[in-house]
């Protein structure tokens, strides 16, 4: 049993081959989380550029191309190579098998491909970096991509193999989740996060394909000129804006819908506190996810759609709204009675619920239609979609790192430097991006690597800002990597938030290679904290 | 070799039983059908965008395909796809040389269906049936209609991403064939060939729509 | 509140600005009413319930519901949203039904710059006029890639797509200048490719447009180049103090007179008036090493006095230097 103890998947089997061929989802979360981590950072530092460039309003800094390259990367890099795979495929690939008890995903073998898809299609896009960048906006609008002379069919083809990534993942997870289950874990006994992945997952395998053969079309107009986006040939720009948006509206679930999981795990937790109206959180996931296919034309109020499509976009998108509404106050609720402590992961959550509350307001100005062809394209969509991904999804990526980081390297950060940078976070983050939504009311277009005047002291802020919100992302994360030094371990049974989901209670910190030394028997609901009390435990 | 469900060699560690096995392929697969038909759901929205658009080139264009090469290689996949179900039949009953005999009939149909497609698209090639720009053919059916190049476009991505797939399971019942020979696949355990069947039965699927919709409306 | 507007919003000069401005308005007071009730009570459920040194851990309320709570959470914001959305409607289709004495001005959009086109024969680039307190509808278009106009004093945008028409109007109520700018993206020139709206009472549009295209013959050659430097759009791409943009400097074309100039294809050929007329009128078939063939032709835009004049201005820039 001592013997048992010490073996956990860190360091089990040795080995750098043992790392590359390795079926343990766990090892593969850990892959994808540090690939994931340094594209953010790669994102990160085009963002910064891109803020240095406006902080005044001339060209002072790079030319517009550059510029233009700049923002088509961010975009690209932060949405297809961060955001995407960051929860599911870091954060779900080590906890789902965890949570459900099970000692694999469904296909380990296809989940380790997945991984490799991911990486082909990561070094498509360094491929295109290298080579000179490509200029067309993340979205790829047709007919500027079909003529723009800069790279853009090794970017497509990157996105077109990392969708097939994506799509495999989701598919693993939802036989994993269907079948994997130990027994007596019924679909209402499941940890939230579980749910939150299983919505995600169905998004995955139902969008994704659409926006691979979006690619395609577009790689062949290129090669081809197949005539299908280009005017020039007798196709429509416009109906490419329809296969975009069809994926990349629930693209947008994709990247949110994970982070909603987070935080109904983590609020429970750091609450000690039953979560208010589990049903209803479980079933708001799965409609937001089904109703997100059918709001994809509210990104085309300008494009000259019929007024019928006008109306009917706008009006399923506020019903996108409400259960998200509802969510919010169940998250809020929860805390009610409970016992709250001010951890790193709890702080983000409720930053999360402060960012996210705007973020998901702003959403409805953009709803409105009158008001919306005002606003769209310009500051105002760019701070919203920021309070929405930064805000909402990086913001529960950073809480959930925080809250399973002793569980999955079994060594603690210093609390206190990831209260402050969470708080860096915080104050860094609005000041970055809500200069932004007076910015576009006032009418500064998007994309403009220079502006006028008029602008020039809110960028200026919002400049100011970006600065102290990297350099608090850059430390919470250095803050926990520190903690990998040596002789800085925990003791394998810690379980330093009390957590009551199965990962908390039946494995060690970090688990054992085969995650359960013997198959778990579930013994109380996921936030049962009016049934049974677990100690938090915190021992070095 | 023995029923004790707990070791037989095919069952992976983090399964619990065959059952368990055997159910979590199927509901993978199924899954996997789902995105399939996606995919070639956006390419059949832009084919009903452009009939709708251009609904004269689409009925005259479509004139110019071989309607009796489309008919032979629609019945050359839909028996193919019955010699897959025999395959499965035969291998569930034990009897594996039939199977085996089964899957390289399956292998051949597929064989010739591309055989015909090849025939098809060389002709097409020859007098500049070709998608897009390259698109070249100026016969009088044609030359009063608008931009017959994007039926073209569409007929090549369509048609060739199906080939593709057909290309795809021969490859996967080429692997079936070298598993029963070997006798790895038998009644016990034949999972990998139920789960290429329905991949086998959806190709098939999806030219019953193409075969129509490009050849005859 | 018309402080804070004047703070939040450019000028409403549109009909029907102000009515989007208080659609503004109702969802921002109505927001902050529920993004008050979202954070005073997480931070009053955070602190009242934490965790104190010295607390023991125990088992916690099993309350995880509360049906009026949940009812009143779907409820609120459902009239809210619906409240929302027909307001919405409701000005959308005064921002799309045309008044049927409107002036029809047509707008094409080509990377980097604005054509307009008046009902009476003459256009402008960059600079749109129109009367003010009369209806006028704008007809977009574009001769390339996605372009989209958008006059934010006036709360209206809409697309320019290059294989249909779209269409927008606006009513100004207050003559001035105010800006335009592309929303969409088109492009290096895209943050550049901005233009103004001037709108002037009734009757100097009148004599504005009657004029158009004739007021140019009797001034000297350099100082209509000058004028046509700006008006057509020139400065969007090339500067005149030497520094290179999308295009090359005027002023190093003009230092370079007479001398060889060398293309992307390795041939060259001596700057002369004959290159500078062909370099306007067939801008794509000798392109300058280092820069990209993206200038639109001006074939057509561009009368042969009006050349003579651009290519006098260009040539005078050297001569001002030297000075």
């Known amino acids: 049993m001592a013997e048992n103890q010490k073996q956990n998947y860190l360091t089990h089997p040795k080995g750098i081959m043992s790392w590359l061929l390795t079926l343990d989802h766990k090892r593969i979360g850990l892959m994808y989380l540090f690939g994931g981590i340094a594209f953010f950072f790669l994102g990160g530092v085009l963002a910064l550029g891109m803020r240095l460039e406006l902080a005044a309003p001339g060209n002072d800094f790079v030319s517009n191309d550059t510029y ?312 105002f969509v760019v701070a919203h979609f920021h309070y929405v991904m930064q805000g909402g999804t990086i913001i529960a990526f950073l809480g959930g790192l925080h809250h399973w980081w002793p569980k999955s390297m079994g060594t603690m950060y210093n609390q206190t430097v990831a209260n402050i940078c969470c708080l860096g976070v915080f104050l860094g983050f609005n000041g970055t991006f809500f200069p932004q939504f007076l910015l576009g009311l006032r009418g500064m277009p998007r994309r403009y690597a220079t502006y006028d005047q008029q602008y020039a002291e809110l960028h200026n802020y919002s400049s100011f800002w970006s600065g102290i919100l990297g350099l608090s992302i850059f430390i919470s994360i250095m803050n926990l990597l520190w903690s990998l030094r040596k002789n800085n371990k925990l003791d394998p049974g810690t379980n330093p938030w009390g957590g009551m989901t199965l990962e908390w209670t039946h494995t060690t910190s970090p688990p054992h290679p085969h995650n359960f030394e013997e198959e778990p028997v579930l013994e109380h609901g996921p936030y049962d904290y009016d049934k049974v009390i677990v100690e938090p435990t915190f021992k070095k | 070799m023995s029923h004790d469900n707990s070791s037989p060699k095919f069952l992976q560690h983090h399964f619990h039983d065959v059952e368990q096995q055997y159910e979590t392929a199927k509901l993978g697969m199924w899954a996997f059908i789902l995105t399939e038909v996606l995919t070639f759901g956006g390419l059949f929205v832009a084919y009903v965008v452009y009939r709708s658009w251009y609904p004269e080139m689409f009925v005259g264009a479509n004139l110019l395909l071989d309607v009796n090469k489309g008919l032979l290689n629609t019945i050359v996949l839909i028996t193919s796809s019955l010699t897959m179900v025999l395959a499965v039949w035969a291998i569930q009953k034990k009897n594996q040389k039939l199977s085996l005999f089964m899957l390289i009939a399956t292998f051949l149909f597929a064989f010739m ?105 | 509140m018309d402080r804070l507007t004047e703070y939040l919003f450019p000028k409403q000069v549109s009909t029907f600005a102000a009515d989007i401005d208080n659609l503004f308005y109702f969802i921002f007071y109505s927001s902050i009413v529920l993004f008050a009730i979202v954070v005073l009570g997480m931070m009053y459920l955070a602190i009242k319930y934490r965790f104190k040194k010295g607390d023991e851990v125990r088992l916690t309320s099993s309350k995880d519901h509360s049906n009026i709570l949940e009812a009143l959470f779907f409820i609120v914001p459902l009239i809210l949203v ?113 233009a103004k709206v001037i709108v002037m009472k009734p009757a100097q549009y009148e004599a504005y447009v009657a004029e158009l295209g004739s007021d140019d013959e009797n001034i000297p050659l350099d100082e209509l180049g000058a004028k046509l430097y700006t008006k057509k759009a020139c400065n969007t791409c090339h500067t005149l103090d030497g520094s290179a943009l999308v295009g090359p400097s005027y002023l190093q074309t003009s230092q370079m007179w007479g001398q060889e100039r060398v293309f992307d294809d390795g041939s060259s050929t001596v700057i002369d008036d004959n290159y500078i007329r062909s370099s306007i009128l067939e801008p794509q078939t000798q392109i300058v090493a280092g820069y990209q063939g993206v200038m639109p032709t001006y074939q057509g835009l561009l009368n042969d006095r009006e050349l003579d004049a651009l290519i006098a201005f260009l040539k005078s820039l050297q001569e001002d230097s030297q000075i």
């Open chain 1, 68 to 379: 233009n390259n700049m923002y088509t990367l961010h975009g690209a890099i932060m949405i297809f190579l961060f955001i995407i795979p960051a929860i599911p495929g870091a954060l779900g690939n080590i906890l789902l098998p965890l949570m459900l008890g099970a000692k694999d995903v469904a296909f380990p073998r296809l989940n380790l491909a997945s991984f490799y898809i991911y990486t082909v299609g990561a070094l498509f896009v360094m491929y295109t970096i290298i080579s000179g960048g490509v200029d067309t906006g993340w979205t790829f609008y047709t007919p500027y991509s079909t003529t723009s002379t800069s790279n853009v069919i090794p970017m497509t083809m990157g996105i077109f193999v990392i969708g097939f990534s994506s799509i495999l993942t989701g598919l693993n997870f939802i036989a994993t989740i269907h079948k994997m289950r130990i027994p007596g874990l019924t679909w209402y006994k499941l940890p939230l996060f579980v749910w939150a992945l299983y919505g995600t997952s169905l998004v995955q395998i139902t969008a994704t394909p659409v926006i691979a053969i979006t690619m395609v079309l577009l790689i062949l107009e290129r090669l081809l000129g197949i005539g299908i986006f280009d005017p020039a040939l007798g196709g429509d720009p416009v109906l490419y804006q329809h296969f975009f948006w069809f994926y990349s509206h629930p693209a947008v679930y994709i990247m949110i819908l994970p982070a909603f999981g987070i935080i109904s795990e983590i609020i429970p937790v750091h609450s000690r506190k039953k979560v208010w109206g589990y049903k209803f959180i479980a079933f708001s996931t799965l409609s937001i996810a089904f109703i997100g296919f059918l709001v994809w034309g509210h990104h085309m109020f300008t494009s000259g759609q019929s007024v019928f499509s006008q109306i009917v976009f706008s009006f399923i998108t506020y019903f996108v709204g409400i259960p998200t509404g509802v969510k919010i106050f169940s998250w809020m609720l929860t805390m009610y009675k409970g016992q709250v402590s001010f951890t790193p992961p709890m702080l983000y959550a409720l930053s999360f619920l402060f960012l996210f509350t705007i973020g998901g307001l702003t959403g409805i100005f953009l709803g409105a239609v009158a008001l919306d062809i005002h606003l769209h394209d310009t500051y």
């Open chain 3, 82 to 194: 619906s409240i929302t959305f027909v307001w919405g409607i409701k000005s959308y289709l005064q921002m799309i039904i045309v008044p049927d004495d409107a002036i029809e001005i047509k707008v094409t959009g080509q990377s980097w710059f604005w054509t307009f086109d008046y009902p009476d024969g003459g256009t402008t680039l960059n600079e749109l006029v129109v009367p003010s307190n009369t209806p006028i509808k704008i007809v977009l278009s574009s001769k390339d890639v996605l372009h989209s106009f958008f006059i934010p004093v006036m709360r209206t945008k809409m697309d320019c797509l290059p294989n249909r028409y779209n269409v927008m109007w606006f009513d100004a109520q207050e003559e001035g200048v105010y800006d335009i700018l592309c929303t969409e993206y088109c492009g290096t020139g895209h943050s550049q490719m901005g």
């Open chain 2, 113 to 217: 269906f591309l055989g015909i497609k090849y025939l098809e698209y060389s002709h097409k090639f020859e007098v500049g049936q070709l998608p897009g720009e390259y698109y070249s053919y100026m016969g009088p059916e044609i030359a009063h209609l608008n931009n017959p190049h994007i039926f073209f476009s569409i007929y090549f991505i369509m048609t060739g991403l199906h080939g593709l797939h057909v290309a795809i399971g021969m490859g996967l019942i080429a692997w079936l064939i070298y598993a029963t020979a070997k006798g790895n696949l038998n009644s016990e355990y034949y999972t990998p060939m139920e789960m290429i069947g329905i991949f086998w039965h959806l190709v098939d699927l999806i030219w019953i729509y193409l075969f129509p919709l490009f050849y005859l409306i």
